[in-house]
């Protein structure tokens, strides 16, 4: 399936616990033609971030055994992908959910549900920092 795109082609991983926001995220970044990884928790991405080095990670923070936070946070503590930015997806929207995001080193803050041209409008402004 060709797909046109308007810019580079990013390497990205979505990390949530929810089968449907994945796959969501998966199509609305493959429409935008970019490569998408998927890992269901924080053990998982951390496996995938080492294995693939994604341009950018979109990390929900309500997940079982690893929390976002705690996944952003290792990912950062890693010299390698320190510089890899992070978005949190959230449900929440609080300032303090927001805060506690950029303590651990996040980018950016997605409120679930997020359209199409959040993610892809995020992709473009975070994926040319590395």
């Known amino acids: 399936m060709a797909t046109t795109t308007t810019g580079p082609t990013f390497r990205v991983l979505v990390v ?3 089968n449907t ?3 969501s995220a998966e199509i609305f970044l493959k429409q935008g033609g970019h490569e998408v990884l998927l890992a269901d928790d924080g053990f998982d991405a951390l496996a995938k971030v080492n ?3 994604p341009q950018l990670i979109f990390c929900d923070i309500l997940m079982p055994k690893l929390d976002g936070y705690q996944t952003c946070a290792i990912i950062k503590r890693n010299a ?3 510089d890899t930015p992070v978005v949190m997806l ?3 929207d609080g300032v303090f ?3 506690r ?6 980018q950016e803050y997605l409120t679930k549900p997020f359209t199409k041209d959040q993610l892809l409008q995020a992709v473009q402004q975070f994926g ?3």
């Open 51 to 53: 294995d693939y080095q």
């Open 128 to 130: 040319n920092a590395q």
């Open 16 to 18: 949530d616990d929810s």
């Open 97 to 99: 959910d927001k805060a």
């Open 80 to 82: 390698r992908f320190a």
């Open 90 to 92: 959230s449900s929440k």
């Open 21 to 23: 926001i994945r796959r």
């Open 101 to 106: 995001g950029r303590m651990v080193g996040c």
